[in-house]
């Protein structure tokens, strides 16, 4: 079975700063995929980012990027010149890319604060 | 539609009652999942299915969850003499065959057992 962690329950950034959040993971599987959803009050589960395990480049969206380790099994997010609007919960999931139900495996999230 | 669209929103039932929470999937959408999400917690996967086919019941939690999409498209899931720790919101995510495209995710149900 695979399992995600996510070790930083909160975190804090200042508008216009950079944080990173972590995630690492665990699974057996050679392909598969990597996200993180994006949570604000309203609970819709927003897709921010999405890496394929085959690919060695990491996945770029705007003012957010990922540091895919694949040995280390690490999937770190970064958001650069943080704001306001970014205040959510964040989620790193994990999908299986065979055939069958591929559903997703989240971690706990951490719970992003950006202060004015 | 233009998304995933779940309703009710927000219900509130009594310990023991049956309740049944609906999901409408983006329109063409072969694939649904429904999810469990505990206050402080990442949803948790209950069940997915590919059409009107349940391929994957293995997150139901126990025998009063029971989930169905009889025409491919609706689905309900239908949770039987409810009990506390049932309170959670449920969402709902479809998405395309293609295990390349990803989840879309509605607003979600939130449960609250009584």
């Known amino acids: 079975a695979q399992t995600v962690t996510q070790s930083q329950p909160e975190m804090s950034v200042q508008e216009a700063e950079t944080v990173t959040l972590s995630c690492t993971y665990d699974?057996?599987?050679?392909?598969?995929?990597l996200f993180w959803y994006k949570q604000p009050p309203s609970r819709q589960m927003i897709l921010v980012i999405r890496?394929?395990?085959?690919?060695?480049q990491n996945a770029t969206e705007n003012r957010f990027s990922v540091n895919f380790q694949k040995a280390a099994k690490s999937f770190s997010l970064k958001i650069s010149d943080s704001q306001l609007g970014d205040t959510a919960m964040y989620f790193c999931a994990f999908s299986n890319s065979g055939a069958g139900s591929y559903q997703l495996t989240f971690g706990k999230g951490t719970k992003l604060s950006v202060i004015p | 539609g233009a998304g995933v669209s779940q309703s009710p929103r927000y219900k509130v039932a009594k310990r023991g009652q049956d309740v049944a929470l609906r999901c409408d999937p983006i329109?063409?959408?072969?694939?649904l999942f429904w999810y469990q999400q505990a206050l402080g917690q990442g949803p948790e996967f209950l069940t997915y299915?590919?059409?009107?086919?349940?391929?994957?019941k293995s997150g139901l939690p126990s025998d009063r969850f029971f989930a169905e999409r009889p025409e491919g498209s609706v689905s309900t899931l239908k949770i039987q003499r409810t009990q506390q720790e049932d309170s959670a919101v449920y969402l709902c995510?479809?998405?395309?065959?293609?295990?390349?495209?990803?989840?879309?995710f509605g607003d979600g149900t939130r449960l609250s057992i009584l």
């Open positions: 299915f590919q059409n009107e086919a349940q391929l994957d």
């Open positions: 995510a479809s998405s395309s065959l293609r295990t390349d495209q990803p989840q879309h």
């Open positions: 699974t057996s599987e050679s392909n598969y995929y």
């Open positions: 890496q394929e395990a085959y690919k060695q």
């Open positions: 329109s063409g959408h072969v694939s």
